[in-house]
Each structure stands twice: as structure tokens, then as C-alpha cells.
């Protein structure tokens, strides 16, 4: 990675699909949070493999058993921790990349944006649902069987005229619909 980087960074970028300059800041703001010590049977792995590898399984979605040939990381290991990366991505970024306006003027000045840029007057946002294709969980059922005909969890989210998140929502069931998910949500 340190070669990719210095070398050629336009590759880097297609690589893990972030700039050298952001993957820094995530090093820099995560790399505390993605600290292990190390123990009499291990060493740790540095937080800045970590985050390379959740990067790049975010970026295209490789399974783990074919990334391990990437990075020379077992896929287990992977599994546990791409979870915690991502884990320390919503805990580090949460409050300053997804702000939900709450008071009437917030709500005022997204409307304006999207009757400046759009032109649609009277818009809070822009709301939507994407399914998200995972492994049928067990003991489910049909719970997560979507119309498509594959199992999904489902991703809403309401965005201003920016396209800044507002809200978010994870988890909904794949079979439900995208106003079965905002009624039974906090937005609603």
C-alpha cells in the first residue's frame, strides 16, 4: 500500500476509492478507535491495514476469501474487522455527517435549497429506499425475500438538495416496502 501510494496515487484511488488525503483523516480520526494491543500469541494488526481493508470491501463488494490474496489476511480475521471499522466509522462521523433538521427554520432553509435547485417548492428532502442483497439470515423465513427475488436488507435514506444525508435507516426487511419503513420509523 505504502508503494501504491507514494508511487502512483491515481491508483491508489481506484484501489480503495478514496483520496490519499482522506484515507489520512480516516487513519488519523479511526486509527485510535481500530487499536489493538499486541499479546503474547499475536501481534496487532496497524489500523491503517484495517481501514485499507474495509475500504476495498466497501468499494466493490470483494468477498473476503478472494480479498485475502489483497492483503494477506485471513478471511475470518476479515470478517471481524470490517465490522469494527465500520462500527468506528458511524461512532467517529455520526453526529457531523448526518444532521436531521429538527427545528422549523432547518426545515425551512432544506426547502428553499431544493426550490433554488430543483425547483420543487415546499420539499423537506428527498426520500428513498435501496435493498441491500445479503445471505438469507437464519430462521427468517420470508422476512427478508424481497419482490426482486433475492433477500435484502433495506437502506432508506433522506437526503437534502445537496444530496447530504439527513436521516438514515438500516435494517428493514427485505419484503418491505419503502412506506411500510417510514411509517414504523423515528422520522415519521
Known sequence: MAELRHEDPASFFNFLRVQPKMFDELLARLGPRCT??????????EPGLKIAITMRHLATGDKYASMKFDFRVHHNTMSVLVREVCQA???EYKEEVISCPIS???????AEM??????????CGALDGKHVACRKPANSGSLYHNYKRFFSIVLMGLVDADYKFLWIDVG?????????????????
Open 89 to 91: 466509522i458511524v461512532d
Open 172 to 188: 428493514g426487511h427485505g419484503h418491505m416496502s419503502d412506506a411500510q419503513i417510514f411509517n414504523d420509523s423515528e422520522l415519521n
Open 114 to 123: 431544493f426550490a433554488r435547485r430543483w425547483n420543487v417548492i415546499h420539499a
Open 104 to 110: 422549523p427554520e432547518e426545515g425551512r432553509a432544506v
Open 36 to 45: 489493538k494491543q499486541d499479546t503474547m500469541y499475536r501481534k496487532a494488526m
